[in-house]
């Protein structure tokens, strides 16, 4: 049986909200999803098969990060990422937009890109629409991201207008840098970002443009940097209903528990962010009754798990007085069993809200998710 | 079926070499061993599991770390050593007379043992054999070390004679604690520790003073610690031989591959080392052609395993070109699966001794085994 390049199916929905199923030819990715984040061509202290344990469909690639180390060019000789770090499902990578914006030094933006100086060892790079595809498909990657310019919330509205009508510039560059390179007849889908803030005209004049051009899937980018839920979730009631019904939504960055559910709830059917892996390696854990610092004195002695309604394994094996003390004394074990709950918690919040949905229950899961995670800090 | 508290029989013996088994509570160590080293209650960056995949059949705790974090009354409280850590195999714990000489700050010896500083927080403690073995059994120690006392190689001969000495009084006394302690009862051995540096006349009398008190095993301690492999084999050539026939003799700290083939070629049936736990921190992997570091820009591209003759799970799976740019990239991943290619070559090597042993092939085994290992270094 040969599998689709990119078949997205909505089976259930409940209010905005909508579970569904994206078919490719490296495996199927139940949505909504939540995409852990492997940088560096890793998810940070997990190995692949833990991570596909976890109940992840799909993991995200950055290009940014690749680009610089091993090389996109060495990536590509050495196989492809999958081959490379031995993950056989799909790979979305971004476009660099956005850590060029944020990790790169002395950064020059142009019509044509964003030249800039790598902050690993000082050699020049450009970042143009065409060569963020080209890497992306040297890569390997299933879902390619449109290369998008991004700016600081605090900016005036012209700049945001202006950012924006650029990045719908380069979104048709990026989709014809695409439909040149050939990397639709190898398999890969390709994402559009809207852009504009949020503001809900320029949100919905990004919107027009991407559809004019005609993407696989589109992106709702430059939230989560630091708006505020209330004011991100303020644009996610109106964004996504700007993007086509029938294509898959993807909220990048995205974020805290509660921010997912609420974006859910909005319509949103993908979410990448660091927030399990990092904190897991600085001894927070995600619990159904909200995050907890495993660093805490109050945990030495506790022979419970993490979280005692977590069926992942670390939580069936370990007590938080072990976590405490590994994360205490600086154990690498530490991070590896902290990360991997905290993905086994994502993937398991994602598996609950696919389920409330098919069942038509996500306001009442929603509402409890909130007050039990909410009602009890660590 | 109830399992004996210590039953070691030898099958094989091969010139002075021997394989064997010791029957345990917690299960049962095949001999030749090596014991993966796990200092603070985890072998570092690595899940239990996968340790007892790679064929180690015990592993060794600190008494020193573990005494100061999570300290043993705490370990103790939380159901002891195994449970915390989630390993059911044996565990040999150390008398924490090395790392109180090695780490501790202020210390300061007497008859009756050494008092100190802790490394890590100033707290003030005393081991000494009565506190050594307190602390093991506090930790739930299937393998409880008497507790010596150490001096530098270079010291003069009657300082060593006095250590010595001294070693075997706390012997006795270390003795008297476990049988007065009950943990006999609780299933676990006592071993004693032969001293008297390179000097042949000492470790005679040493093994003497121990056989008079009577242990389960008999360590050789004080090697591997500076004087070079030559003088540790010239060592190796009389002190096996002083220690009982039918009992594990465990050679304690050792070490190199090449050590542990002419060690077991000597008659010694355990072993205990850091390297492969802390080369695969560091980038540096063993191979049957020699040590090789991961790092070196020769491996950026090979796509080829660690080492071809090797059946871990790293080797089946990711190329040194992978394992290159995660521990360049600083990615704890590098650490995680150097660190577990590393307890495989050496669980894959005791394995390999023990069937050269059983073949009655010890010398021609160990012979290639050189020439290949030391033929080619990276």
New interface residues.
Partial sequence: MTRPRFDFAIHHTDGRARTGAIAMRRGTIRTPAFMPVGT???V????PADVAASGADIILGNTYHLML??GAE?VA???GLHA???WDRPILTDSGGYQVMSLADLTKRSEEGVSFKSHLDGSRHLLSPERSIEVQRLLGSDIVMAFDELVPTTSTPEVQAAAMERSMRWAVRSRAAFDAGGTHAEGAALFGIQQGALDEGLRRSSADALMDIGFDGYAIGGLAVGEGQAAMFACLDFAPGQLPVDRPRYLMGVGKPTDIVGAVERGVDMFDCVLPTRSG?TGQAFTRNGPLNIRNARH??D?GPLDPACACPICA???R??L???V??G???G???MTEHNIWFYEALMADLRAAIERGGLTTFADRFRTEYEGEKA
């Fill in positions: 560096a061509a890793t940070k202290a997990m190995k180390r091993p060495r000789r050495l196989g490379l770090m031995g390696r030495a002695e022979t094996t370990w007590s007085a072990y405490h003390h590994l205490r004394a154990e690498i074990l991070a590896m069993l």
